[in-house]
């Protein structure tokens, strides 16, 4: 079988980044620690890069067929925006989060191996699969951390009495998350297109995403607008996040939702 | 008191109250005027009247922007506080779409204020209405003169416009038809969602249909419901040889599958004959008293009838019919131009004569014995314009992965 030799490979990545999970977080002082620890990133992404190549050539297709290559895919790309984001933005949590999230996917292929060939229905085989779920793991890890920074300040302000000067950060997190977020969308769009006739039908959850993305829209305008008043882009914020959440998690509870093409599985 | 020097409301230059006010005004007007007009669809004209909408819009923005961008209101309707309040009123109707299921047949609605089909609503209208005029004359303010610190912006903004404005003015031009054909039948006459017939510049003749399956799984079936029982601790499992699952207390092991079999007396062999269905040996051990049961499983199909295991009198264990993998047909297209042998499955649609033929659905009783394929044929004269607004998104979107919150002067 091809994919015996996976599990070396996952090994070896799995340990590297790891590793470098382990230097990102507790021991990023120091610039040798972190020129190690992205070298690491970079050796795990060249080693699951070969077996994907490897899989490839001897699969004589693109290795995009099931859930187990999709699964491949995730890791891959995962690693490599976590390391180009890194290096443009230095966020060592973003690093270590996109590497957990990578290494994650690796790992359900590692304990699971017979889920390799698990079935995927026929509107989901498409090369847009990857991609657009990918650019959402981003924008909603980026928007998130948005939200954590504005209960962050919020909470001082209302219970401590301190200010904390944290829009600059969260506007950051906004803007990077929020173009992660319109790739989602755009990624989407052009998908659909391809596999249901039409790029926007106002299913249950573009709606929803939209909705998302009309809410960090209002951010950004007010930020830019009324850049000295803080308590309001706080609050909306982390009310943005609430529907972030429901266009994710909560969608599937909606009586909205039963006519949606998002909702995979409910049925048997 | 009111601190000296602080204006009046709705005396220029206007600001967030007075933008939400208007934004407020639009969305009760909206709904005042689709309750009282009785709850019908708005319909934006064909062509060549969304043509002559689009060239009106671009016109008018021009227009005041080169000529009446000095005036309160224009200053007002291209600041952020009116773009703010228009996405607001934009995300509000997004909020009701969202909630409520929307009725998508045209004509046939039932809520008064238009909740079930929005985007055909007059708030919908209003508020797009002033939505696009805002952000038309922001993109039009930055883009004249351009300097290059403007690129995000103006793609951003501009690709937005584009991509809303052709979406909506081109679902009118859009056609979306579905054709069923049998095996070695031929047609150029498509069907619309209202049961009329339009004739297409191309035939399409099914040559083959073929489906691929999953292996079938094996599940527990709640008698009394009918229904699949599932938990978290009995989930179906793939039937296939050598695989072990645990159902209801049960350990199940498929000592063999086959994927087209027939029915011989009691027991199963290999077959490849028209209706064949999937089988499979399994042995079953009850884990309470370690007795020991092997069986043949079938889920049937439309020509056989299942084999299933009782294993109380609520319970059975039985096999699940086969999911499919992909299916695709072989056809031939003679347009004007030429003849083509071509294969369309799912996410690989064909395009012909301005035309995309989707793969959408086959005779979903007979599974991998259909000789029917149904397909839908889409028109979309605008698309081109509506890619090029996302793929100016798309640039955008980059600009600001790279730039991020630019500290403003």
Known sequence: MNWINFSIYAEICGILWL???????????????????????????????SFIVNLWLTLDRPPMRTLGETRLWYSFFLSIIGIVV???WKYKWLLAYSLGMALLFLMLNYFNPEIHSKSLMPALQSPWFVP????????????????????????????????????????????????FLTLGLLFGALWAKEAWGHYWTWDPK???????????????HFRHSKPHLTKGPLWTLSLAFVVLLIAWFGINYLPSAQFSVHTYGMGN | MKMAGRKQIWQHPWSYIESYLIALGLLLAGFLIEFSTGAGTIEIPAWPGNGIILFI??????????FFRRMHFVKWLSSVPAAISAISAFAFLVMLMAVFPQESQVGRTTSPFGFDHIVQSWPYMLVMLYFLSSLGLVTLKRFFPFTRRNLGFFINHAGLWIAIVAGSLGTSDMLRLTLTLQEG????????????EHELPFAIKL?????????????????????LFMDENNHPFYASKGNTGNLLGRDVKVLDYLPTAGKVSDRYEPFLGFGAPPAAWVEIINQKNQESKIAWLSCGNFMHQPDYV??????????????????RSEVFILSEEKGDTISIEVNKPYQVAGWKIYQLSYNERMGRYSETSVFELVRDPWLPLVYIGIFMMMAGAFYLLFTGKRREL
């Open chain 1, 206 to 220: 573009e709606t929803w995403a939209f909705l998302t993305w009309l809410m960090y829209l209002v951010y950004i």
């Open chain 2, 57 to 66: 819009c671009i016109g008018l923005l021009l227009l005041v922007h080169f």
């Open chain 2, 207 to 227: 040559l083959d249909f073929s489906l691929e399956e999953y292996e079938a799984k094996i599940g527990i079936l709640d008698n009394p419901k009918a229904e």
């Open chain 1, 132 to 179: 657009h779920v990918i650019v959402y793991i981003f924008a909603y890890a980026l928007l998130a951390a948005s939200s954590l920074v504005a209960v962050y300040s919020l909470f001082h302000e209302y219970f401590l009495n301190q200010k904390k000067d944290v829009l600059p950060i969260a506007d950051n997190l906004v803007y990077i998350g929020f173009a």
């Open chain 2, 310 to 327: 009782k294993l109380d009198s609520n319970f059975s264990l039985i096999m699940i019919p086969p999911e499919p993998k992909r299916y």
């Open chain 1, 86 to 88: 890194y290096h443009r």
């Open chain 1, 19 to 49: 590793a470098s999970i382990v230097i990102l977080l507790f021991k990023s002082k120091k610039p040798v620690y972190t020129a190690i620890a992205t070298g690491m990133v970079y050796v795990g992404i060249l080693v699951l890069g």
């Open chain 2, 185 to 196: 039948q031929a047609n150029w006459l498509a069907t619309d969602a209202s049961g009329l």
